[in-house]
């Protein structure tokens, strides 16, 4: 009889320990400790945005490849997966898992600060108009009738949208045609050609290319977003926060050092001024 007690205590001890450690939450590992774990970071990047990001010999460079192999020392990383893709697969594919962040530029606004971690900003992005050069167009009210280029899905896409119609609400035709390029050196080559009157893109960009071909392009005007928000920034999943704020420690290590200025001065000519707040829409992640 003893000895039946004695099982029976057993099973019911070795059950209530079960429970308890079933009870127990579960710990799952970050995206940010497998990269340290494994010392391997793939990113997605879109490598037809110069001089940000673009294929030169074979090897993709810019700007924020430069800051990218910051972040990979900092991190620890012994290799790096760098996929070059199409823009419009880089936001889906980091919220699909298919890679660990974004290592690309991403404009800022509000609909996607609701989506995606944005990192600190990584350059000051204030979306801006250009020309061919010579072209009679000296304010972005000239271009009511006019043929206006961006990029599909990009920051200023809806930038466009919004200047034609408030070009509209202003007793203006708008534009003739708003005209998406799946890649910005698409557009460059369209406005080259006489196919589009104007391009709509971040100012640095645009900057280093009217620098890089003066006897082809020169900017037009300011196209300012509403909302004000114009930095650029990378951006991770919602709940990889711990790895949004890793990458923002080193953009800001880079700032306070001069790192990050000595990159400007390099990629675009010119230095920018990088907030530690204030670049976020309310409600943002």
Avoid: H
Wanted: charged share 25%.
């Amino acid at each position: 009889m003893r000895k039946t007690n004695r099982t029976i205590f057993g099973v019911l001890a070795g059950s209530a320990c079960l429970a308890l450690v079933a009870s127990e939450p579960a710990f799952a590992e970050t995206t940010l400790d497998k990269i340290k774990r494994t010392g391997e970071l793939t990113v997605g990047t879109e490598a037809a945005f110069p001089p940000f990001e673009f294929v030169k010999d074979g090897k993709i460079v810019g700007y924020g490849s430069d800051i990218l192999a910051e972040v990979v020392k900092e991190l620890g990383v012994k290799k790096l997966n760098q996929l070059d893709l199409p823009w419009q697969g880089i936001l889906p594919g980091v919220l699909a898992g298919k890679f660990d962040f974004v290592a690309t530029t991403v404009g800022i606004n509000a609909e996607r600060a609701k989506r995606y971690a944005y990192t600190m900003p990584i350059a000051d992005g204030v979306p801006y108009a250009m020309k061919r050069k010579g072209d009679k167009l000296t304010k972005v009210e000239d271009l009511n009738g006019k043929v206006v280029a961006t990029q599909l899905a990009s920051s200023t896409e809806p930038v466009a949208r919004a200047l034609d119609a408030k070009l509209k609400a202003a007793g203006g035709t708008g534009f003739k045609d708003l005209k998406l390029f799946t890649a910005f050196p698409e557009s460059y080559v369209a406005l080259a050609s006489g196919e589009a009157d104007a391009v709509i893109q971040s100012l640095p960009s645009l900057a280093a290319l009217v620098k890089e071909k003066p006897d082809v392009f020169e900017l037009l005007a300011p196209t300012p977003q509403d909302g004000g928000y114009s930095y650029l920034a990378w951006v991770t999943r919602p709940d990889d926060k711990d790895l949004r704020d890793a990458i923002s420690a080193v953009i800001r290590k880079m700032r306070d050092d001069g790192r990050l200025a000595t990159l400007q001065k390099k990629w675009f000519g010119f230095e920018m001024t990088i907030p530690d707040q204030g670049y976020l829409p309310p409600g943002a992640m």
